[in-house]
């Protein structure tokens, strides 16, 4: 589970997340959509441990951030977008980094099997400096399924890969919901998030316009469609000057949504 | 010959540059760095102005008319090693931006070539004037001086963009019968000097020896095209320098005309060089500055895993293969070249024990340890290792559910075991001839360790500190080179008060046990690590702490 009080993340002047709320529930696929600089990326390093909240109380796998970031640590795991690799380490070195670095013991069969799904077997003792863009995100991928952590967090985790990994990847992410896994998928590709997630976070300027179950969206927002592009489009308000801006729904239309 | 078009993005990219270095210099940090490149710079060029303003009567010095002799040769020298090594394929990297903007615009091959050379020519005179004047009172006149450095290193660039340009028309046989022409002409004039230094029956002088290399016939005969440059800077404003500057001239618009009759595949041979210099940017970025070897791109495990150690061992275990990796051969290969000497050294003293004088051999152990301290911090701060390794592979250490004094501490081992490793293989031939017992030396090599240890961690403490980098990273701009000797600057203030502690802690061992290596060396050791768990603590806090990592700065 994922929860998200009062969030804010300031740098200096700048108001990254200003003051957001949600709930992602144990299990779900939630995706967290919004505009560019809507604070999708400082949401997701927050609830990773690598930022700091200015204030608010985030709570991840049931561990407080603020009282015990190690744990949260321990339990979630973070693919950034184009995720960095050690160069001089081999694609099997990366496994064994994280193996020890989260005290994982009879790993190597898991490994294994990850390596194999994502056909990276035979690039197993291949340096990370001669990976494709695409073979460096399932490697990095590779490295947060080993663990099998509590949570997810993906940022753009399609980017880069093509037809028959994206395929992989979807369903290697619902078998982790179906394990008990709460994943939380940042991604600009609203196609992803309808096939792939039940929840929905949308953010916009550090603000959340609704969390709840993507079908709730649909129904309430959108439209005779009942597209997710019809309710991205209806909530932030972008591409459609007509359509009403979130200030502007109704309340029943804002009952579902956060902040 | 220039499309406007072409002309308009040069001179916005030019105020563009001009506006990101008045954006720097305006922030306090910029500010700071502003000031210390004049000083350096100012300090540089003190001598100079103060030798202009005091020998104007004075006729020219010795060291000028070395100079004036040795240009046309060294020139040469340039121009042969530029073809030899393909050179002029740098010349060639456009911006990464460039391949959009430029080569897929609606542009000929004689536009983007002189777009290319006029963006060189505007970055090699700001360099020139510096020369000109950083050598004043060794040439003619400033004018002279700017015009010959100038045009001079035009020539020089010319001739290897024109060699690169007709590469494609060549077949491989005869490119390297020119690469192995430039090369065997070296080797001549080499051959040649080395004969005419050798036979020389006076008194060596640098005037002496200067004239025995550059007056040889291979010498004269090569660098003759290069003669009228060497006039130019070296002669008083005249007719002299006038004819040498017209000859220059020619012979740059001869090789220019050329360049733009066979700049046919200019387009292409561009694309590949973007291409080049996105992969060398992209490296970089990656922490890998010294481009070590990808042909064998499988590698077999370098080392077991470390094992848990209260977090620390994932850490360095990483630290410590990158490092060792990323060094390539280099650590190897001292290791054995130490070795070797070792061995050598043994048998030079078994067959002639008085070869080497006893200071030599007494203080062979201290020379060795200050010897690979230098090597050891060359290497360590171009390595990226450590929190100095690049803002987004960082990222990895801060998800880690590992303490954050143990993440500092086990960052410090990639770089501790390069300067270690440099200081055991520079110290074993300083162990096999030392006169010093083998407590004495044991000792001082645990002194060297310590301070190993703990130039590792300052390097790591300021780069978690201050977000500082030996080698900064990001698109290589002009500020990169002053944030880096800001860096050693503060490294070297760092380091001092730990020197201190050190050499105060072996003064009182030595004051209390007596004046001896051993105790001595072993104060100095225990004192340079004493404060070192406190850095790790704070190193690590501050790291974890930051909100700046996985952000390329």
Sequence with gaps: MIEVEAFVKRYGDFVAVAGTSFCIPVGSVAALVGPNGAGKTTTIRTLCGILRPTAGRLRVAGADLAVDPLLVKQRTAYVPDDPPLFDTLTVWEHLQFIASAYRLTDWQGDGDGLLSRFSLSDKKNTLASELSRGMRQKVAIACAYLRSPDVLLLDEPMTGLDPPSIRILKDSIREQSQRGATVLVSSHLLSLVDDLCDFLVLIRQGRVLFSGPLEEARAQFGGASRSLEEVFFRLTGQEEPNAPEADELTPGEQASGDD | MIDPALTHLMRMLMRAGFRQAWRLIKRPSGAFFTLFMLAMVGFGLMPTVVMTLTAEQQPPSAFARVVADSIP???YIA???????????????????????????????????????????FGWLPISVFFAVFMLPHLGSFLGG?????????????????????????????????????????????????????????????????????????????????????????????????????ISLGLIAAITVSCYRTNRGFSELAVEGVARRQKKLERIRGGNVYGFSTRNAERSQLLP????????????????????????????????????????????????????PDTGRTYAVPIALAASAYLGFLLSITSQTGFAASPRLLTWYQTLPIRPMAIATGMVSGTATLLIAI??????????????????????????????VAFATMT??????TGLRPMPGGTPDVFQGARALVFMMILGLSMTPILLLAVGSAGVAGAVFGFFWTYCSIAAGLAMLAGLPALWWYAGTRFVDSDSVGDES
């Design chain 2, 73 to 75: 040769l060294l020139m």
């Design chain 2, 79 to 121: 121009a042969a090693a530029m073809v030899a090594t393909n050179s002029g394929e740098a010349l060639l990297e456009l911006k990464p931006a460039e391949l959009q903007f430029v080569l897929a615009g609606p542009f000929t091959n004689s536009h983007i070539l002189s777009y290319r050379l006029l963006t060189l020519a």
């Design chain 2, 146 to 246: 700017l015009l010959g450095i100038s045009s001079g290193g035009i020539l020089i660039t010319m001739l290897a963009f024109q060699y690169t340009l007709l590469k494609p028309r060549l077949s491989p046989g005869v490119l390297r019968a020119i690469r192995l022409a430039a090369l065997t002409s070296v080797a001549v004039i080499l051959i040649e000097a080395a004969g005419r230094v050798s036979g020389v029956d006076e008194s060596y002088s640098i005037t002496v020896v200067s004239q025995a290399i550059n007056g040889g016939v291979a010498a004269r005969v090569l660098s003759l095209p290069f003669r009228p440059f060497a006039t130019v800077m070296t002669n008083d404003l005249g007719i002299e320098l006038l004819i040498g500057q017209l």
């Design chain 2, 305 to 356: 895993a470390f094992g848990w150690l209260g977090g620390v061992g994932p850490v360095a275990w990483s630290q410590v293969t990158s490092a060792v990796r990323r060094t390539g051969r280099l650590v190897p290969g001292i290791v054995v070249l130490g070795i070797v000497a070792a061995i050598a050294a043994a048998a030079v003293l078994q067959l002639f024990p008085d070869t080497i």
């Design chain 2, 423 to 452: 200081q055991l293989a520079l110290c074993l031939p300083a162990l096999v001839i030392s006169s010093q017992g083998v407590a004495a030396s044991l000792s001082m090599l645990f002194a060297g360790a310590a301070f190993s």
């Design chain 2, 460 to 465: 790591n403490f300021i780069a978690a500190v």
